[in-house]
């Protein structure tokens, strides 16, 4: 194990590879990949009576083609020199990608909460990712550049300083690290505060039970689950033994106290579901389980586990399982995770992970965010993602890199604002290959 000042001096050495000031820059490659081609060929393996959902989510603003667009930016990302300093990469860091969920002792935490696409990688993927999406978002709501600029560079400062923090840190502090809802409302007064506080009664109202009010109706003295497609297709009773089947694989991924309180439940009924931006078109399906004793409900999801974006790109072999992938990289980098999670193989050897469709969750709404609120939401982004990456990478290194200077901090967020061009000029030619009929589309 090298010492502390052996990790310093490596993450120091790292400069050379790649200087901070040199992250600001963004000039395409003469050879970049065709963003709609790269979306289009992404799309080859998703059920494709759903993809115009997805193209048509993507093009409602350039902050949701943002989210959808992880492989376009990662591709990106990948043709230019990283520094080297490897972590477990959420992969997908924007904005709506960290949220509120409920711990196992039942607390309200804040944190990442979107692993599909995580891999080990340089730290500064992640980064830049989030501060992308803050300038974007920024500009979708209005702002001028040189707001959009603050609020990156307020995700990037919250970031190193964080990670220097940490840095100084014993390994079960930083495994101990977590952000819960009373610290986020201590940053809070007057308005913003009362806003937070209804965001957070929501998220504590978004239980199982919420959700069998919404997702189900009672037929025949049942529960059933309802239909609206192509959003929400119930699964026909004569497949729901072949659910059980995959539930079964499922259930031997859970720790020993979980299978227990698990096979206290009985499956009921299930449906696929069209969730999120980026991940329609994946495989997703949602499942009914009822308490054996009381009749309480339990709403799991099993959703696809396709290969991660960043793979092609980085070196190292292709995972045996990517829904283990999947709930491995979720337990590393999240303070917390869903008792729930486990992973399984279903039909056509597809690969799937499972976890609590509801659970106390809830997001940030970023469109009626003020700019200073935006500001510091971004830095509360900053901070919790700093806290994931120090418990999978060197953090000693990475804050010996960063610095104490803000050299860092503002060429991430030029990077940010120049990104922010290039995603309106990527979201403009998937809504004008819409409009020309070549990409199919749909609304809600």
Request: aromatic share 6%; glycine share 10%.
């Amino acid at each position: 194990m090298a010492s502390a000042a052996e990790r310093a001096k490596r993450g120091r050495a790292a400069r050379r590879r790649v200087g901070r000031r040199e992250h600001g820059r963004w000039i395409p490659a003469g050879d970049r990949p065709d963003p709609l081609k790269v979306l289009l060929e992404q799309g080859a393996d998703r059920v494709p009576d759903l993809l115009p959902i997805r193209y048509g989510r993507m093009a409602d603003s350039p902050f949701a083609y943002l989210r959808g667009a992880a492989a376009v930016l990662t591709a990106d990302l990948a043709a230019v020199p990283d520094t080297g300093l490897e972590v477990q990469l959420c992969g997908d860091a924007h904005l709506l990608n960290f949220g509120l969920f409920a711990s196992p002792e039942r607390e309200l935490l804040f944190d990442l909460n979107d692993f599909d696409e995580t891999y080990p990688g340089p730290f500064e993927w992640d980064v830049k990712r989030l501060a992308a999406s803050v300038a974007v978002a920024a500009l979708d709501n209005g702002e001028p550049a040189a707001k959009a600029h603050a609020a990156a560079r307020a995700a990037a400062t919250a970031y190193r300083t964080a990670v220097r923090r940490l840095a100084g840190t014993g390994e079960c502090g930083v495994w101990y690290e977590k952000v819960d809802a009373d610290q986020v409302l201590a940053l809070l007064t007057g308005r913003r505060r009362a806003r937070a506080e209804r965001t957070l009664a929501h998220a504590r109202r978004r239980t199982s039970l919420q959700a069998l009010a919404k997702l189900t109706e009672e037929r025949d003295g049942r529960h059933r689950i309802i239909s609206d497609p192509p959003l929400l297709v119930p699964v026909p009773a004569d497949e729901l033994k072949a659910i059980g089947q995959v539930f079964s694989g499922y259930r031997g991924t859970l720790a020993e106290d979980r299978r227990h309180l698990l096979d206290r439940f009985q499956l009921t009924g299930a449906a696929r579901k069209v969730v999120g931006v980026g991940s329609v078109g994946t495989r997703c399906y949602i499942a009914l389980l009822l308490g054996r004793t009381h009749g309480e409900p339990l709403f799991l999801q099993l959703k696809e586990a396709q290969r991660s974006v960043l793979e092609s790109h980085l070196p190292g072999r292709s995972p045996a399982h990517q829904g283990h992938r999947v709930v491995a990289g979720q337990r590393l980098l999240q303070a917390a995770s869903d008792i729930f999670l486990g992973w399984t193989t279903g039909p056509a050897g597809r690969h799937f992970y499972g976890r609590q469709l509801r659970d106390m969750k809830g997001s940030a709404e970023v469109d009626r965010m003020t700019a200073k609120g935006l500001r510091d939401y971004a830095a509360l982004c900053g901070q919790t993602l700093a806290r994931a990456h120090a418990r999978s990478g060197d953090r000693i290194a990475i804050a010996a890199y960063l610095g104490a200077g803000d050299a860092f901090d503002g060429a991430i967020a030029d990077f940010a604002l120049h990104y922010a061009d290039q995603t309106a000029a990527d979201h403009a030619e998937l809504t004008a290959a819409i409009a020309a009929g070549s990409v199919p589309a749909a609304e809600d």
